[in-house]
């Protein structure tokens, strides 16, 4: 029996389903609901489709922030100094922040799933459509005001780029911790290949609007256990709370419903 996403059901592993989601899991007349197996058989290769092009400033990083939910690396996106172009973009978007969400083993933790295989984890680079909007907030809510960059982190090699963040992870164990992190390049955090999947899609977490350009790379990068272990150690709790590990801080797999997942490669 095929869930109506396609994925057979979870049988050697009951995934947990983090107490966001234990909530309705759906929004009442979604359409273009996030994240979503990319069937890679199923998608179809687009020539239009643009290289996409990334040129962020470094210095534009402002801080790591425990939201409770994940830990958020924010950007100063009062200019378009960090910015992406292209691909299947109208405009150029400007970075806000980025993050991760990933598992308590390696056996789960993406959001997206490609052929219904999880990765350990998955970093989203979140970018908003400044031409058209005056604000992050306000394109939060429009069908066109966001592009998120999704990338697959799998088990292996140690990630040097990523090693100067998790350094800084012990200080943000709580939730509601923010430390200043001001120098850091998130281009050292994407794949070399340029190949990547594309849909419409939304937040997979609140407010889940369906405001979402999701640009999925199809290589994952390379991260060590201990960086993995250092993600884990994080809490979804406050500092003199019982503590709840931040992990399984994924959103469950949503219908595709009538949506196509174009490949930029053939
Ligand atoms: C980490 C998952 C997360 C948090 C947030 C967004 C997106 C997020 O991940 S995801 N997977 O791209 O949906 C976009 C909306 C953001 C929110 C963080 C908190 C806010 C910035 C609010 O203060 C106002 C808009 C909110
Ligand atoms: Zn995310």
């Known amino acids: 029996m095929l869930s109506h996403w396609n994925c057979p059901p979870d049988s ?11 909530s309705p899991l759906t929004i009442p007349g979604g359409t273009r609901q996030s994240p979503i197996n990319i069937q890679w058989r199923d998608s179809v290769y687009d020539p239009f489709l643009k290289p ?7 210095a534009t990083c402002l801080h790591i922030w425990n939201n409770g939910y ?4 924010e950007f100063d996106d009062s200019t378009d100094r960090s910015i992406i172009d292209g691909g299947p973009l109208e405009n150029q978007y400007r970075l806000k922040q980025f993050h991760f969400h990933w598992g308590a083993i390696n056996d ?3 959001e997206h799933t490609v052929d219904c295989k999880f990765y350990p984890a998955e970093l989203h680079l979140v970018h908003w459509n400044a031409v058209v909007y005056p604000t992050f907030e306000e394109a939060v809510m429009e069908g066109d005001g ?12 140690r990630h040097e780029g990523l090693q100067t963040l998790v350094d ?3 200080a943000v164990k709580h939730k509601d911790t923010v430390i200043e992190f001001d120098v850091f390049d998130p281009s050292c955090l994407m794949p070399s290949c340029p190949d990547y999947w594309t849909y419409a899609g939304s937040l997979t977490t609140p407010p889940l609007t369906e405001s979402v350009t999701w640009i999925i790379k199809k290589q994952p990068i390379e991260v060590d256990e201990d960086q993995l272990e250092a993600f884990r150690m994080l ?9 709840k590990r931040m992990v399984d801080n994924f959103r469950p797999l949503q ?9 930029s490669f053939q």
């Open 235 to 243: 809490l979804f709790t406050s500092d003199g709370e019982e503590e």
């Open 255 to 263: 219908p595709l419903m009538n949506r196509t997942v174009r490949s």
């Open 52 to 58: 996409l092009k990334i040129s962020y400033d470094p």
């Open 108 to 110: 789960w933790g993406s």
């Open 146 to 157: 966001l592009a998120v960059i999704g990338v697959f982190l799998k088990l292996g090699a």
């Open 168 to 170: 800084a992870l012990p």
């Open 70 to 73: 994940s830990f958020l690396v």
């Open 12 to 22: 050697l592993h009951h995934l947990p389903v983090h107490p966001l989601w234990q």
